[in-house]
């Protein structure tokens, strides 16, 4: 074994044949102290040297011991979730599935969580809560997050009876009439309409309450996010029939929202969601939820 002298501390190397063993971080070269005396560096010494500190440096700064061993993700899946993008209980849905399966490559496991809307982004804020599906124009304060790559679109449609002669086109054929919508929701599109009153809001707590009103001839137009309206028809095995428009109200990016301490694992996370949508993972995740 040799010892080499340095400043800032030693070195122990391990010579065995043509390698050598570092136990330690190289330093800037200079020489050996062995039991004989001062003893050069051989130019192969110096670059197996600076191969293997290079290496030390990947495992001291890699993935796995930059995110902690038992890394973990603590998703918000919200109380009532918002299906099928987020499904609450049992925690699952498109949102959820994608991040579990980009995290588990990097042996980071997701930890749902439930948290009300309210109160999502002071968490965030104070890093008691780790990531939560929204969209860069429903957060108040976006400069404060990470946002990912869009993962999908959410599109809020016109929902009506099949028998209602009602075609949606275009914003302005609801002009003059009052349609559904959810609680809380806005709707970029409408918010001139909606605030000086040419078409009338009727606020709803969920979808499937629409849906029900709409079976009933108690409420003749809803806007419901097409994803969420078929997923609940479903689920609920409602037999009245709908006409769905193809055009849009409204068509939003939908992304994963981190809290800034996980920016370097985002952009994994957008490198992970590129891939599933080349190989398919993505069309076989959404395909589960129709």
Not at 91 to 109: C, K, R, S, W, Y
Not at 132 to 153: I, M, N, Q, R, T
Not at 227 to 254: M, P
């Amino acid at each position: 074994m040799i010892k080499r002298a340095q400043p800032m501390g030693v070195i122990y190397i391990y010579r065995a044949g043509f390698h050598s063993l570092i136990l330690g971080m190289y330093m800037k070269p200079s020489f050996y102290m062995n039991t004989y005396g001062c003893a050069p560096v051989s130019l192969f010494e110096r670059a197996a040297m600076r191969i293997y500190s290079f290496s030390l440096l990947i495992l001291l700064f890699g993935h796995g011991l930059c995110y902690g061993q038992n890394a973990s993700i603590r998703f918000n899946v919200t109380p009532q979730g918002f299906p099928p993008y987020v499904i609450s209980t049992p925690p699952a849905g498109i949102m959820f599935d994608v991040l579990t399966h980009i995290a588990q490559q990097h042996n980071i496991q997701v930890v749902p969580e439930r948290i009300p809307e309210n109160r999502v982004y002071t968490l965030l804020d104070n890093n008691k809560l780790d990531a939560h599906a929204s969209a860069l124009e429903w957060v108040e304060h976006p400069e404060k997050y990470v946002f990912s790559d869009p993962v999908l679109k959410v599109r809020d449609v016109v929902f009506t009876r099949e028998d209602y002669p009602f075609k949606f086109n275009k914003v302005e054929d609801l002009i003059g009439r009052s349609i559904g919508v959810h609680t809380g929701y806005s709707y970029q599109s409408l918010s001139q309409y909606f605030k000086n009153g040419t078409i009338k809001r009727l606020d709803s707590n969920n979808e499937l309450y629409m849906l029900n009103m709409l079976s009933r001839n108690r409420l003749d137009i809803a806007i419901i996010t097409e994803h969420v309206g078929l997923w609940i028809i479903k689920k609920n095995n409602i037999t009245q029939g709908f006409n769905i428009s193809q055009k849009a109200v409204d068509t939003t990016d939908y992304r994963m929202v981190f809290s800034k301490k996980w920016q370097t694992f985002v952009l994994e996370f957008n490198k992970g969601l590129v891939i599933m949508k080349e190989n398919g993972k993505l069309k076989d995740i959404l395909s589960q939820y129709r």
